[in-house]
């Protein structure tokens, strides 16, 4: 599918937001405490240290394997680990693509899955009818409208980076959803895949075999385990 040699996405390290949603959840609240657009959440002490940690296992690789292209979503937290991690190894400057940015949630931004139950009745059944993917809540993007443009940006990726090593921080969904892209799933195995939660600061990475890009490894967090990057 790809004339890249491989392609790596990062998801961002700890957010205050990511944060903030523990402690709804735990106190079961309808609203997570953030008080920021979604662009400008930054991250969290921890997430700084994942960065760190993301950026060492960079510097380990062999020169001739590291990154020759490094794209960002623009969004603080994701902006921020790549800035940190790429400050561990002499990188390839930083590329910010807003199309991979976070999925917008429209209406439903900082709520709780009790709190949509509670104030968006509807919209909670509505999204039961429709399903995950193809549901768009008012103001915001469904899982399919993220892979539109998702595919935009991989199109263009493989346009300008022939041969490259091409790693990519942005958010969850992305991660996902070029799993969805890269080994074309369908919404089923995507759905399956999506059971399990993509970690902070986690690494997937695609390598091209035989013409093909095949996944190495997903959800990988070796270069947290001790201790250093993980939450306290």
């Known amino acids: 599918m790809s004339s890249l040699e491989w392609l790596a996405i990062a998801r961002h390290g700890e957010s205050i937001g990511n944060v903030a949603w523990r402690t709804a959840e735990t106190n079961e609240l309808e609203e997570i405490d953030v008080g920021l657009r979604d662009p400008d959440v930054p991250l969290s002490e921890t997430g700084r240290r994942q960065a760190v940690a993301l950026g060492r296992r960079l510097a380990s690789l062999p020169a001739a394997e590291r990154p020759t292209a490094v794209i960002s979503s623009p969004y603080l937290r994701a902006a921020e680990t790549a800035r940190i991690a790429l400050a561990e190894i002499a990188g390839p400057p930083i590329r910010y693509d807003e199309r991979l940015r976070d999925r917008e949630t429209g209406i439903l931004y900082a709520l709780t899955g009790r709190g949509i139950a509670a104030r968006f009745p509807e919209e ?22 993220v892979a539109l443009r998702l595919r935009s940006a991989m199109s263009d990726i493989e346009r300008d980076h022939p041969g ?19 080994e074309q799933l369908t919404e089923q195995q995507l759905l399956e895949i999506e059971r399990t939660l993509v970690p902070n600061a986690s690494l997937a990475i695609w390598s091209r075999r035989e013409g093909e890009m095949r996944l190495v490894t997903f959800n990988s967090t070796d270069h947290l385990e001790d201790g250093a990057g993980l939450p306290a």
């Open 124 to 145: 909670a059944a509505r999204k039961r009818l429709t399903g995950k993917f193809y549901y768009r809540p008012p103001g915001g993007e469904s899982w399919a409208d």
């Open 164 to 182: 490259g090593r091409v790693l990519i921080v942005a958010h969850d969904a992305v991660v996902m959803l070029f799993r969805y892209i890269v």
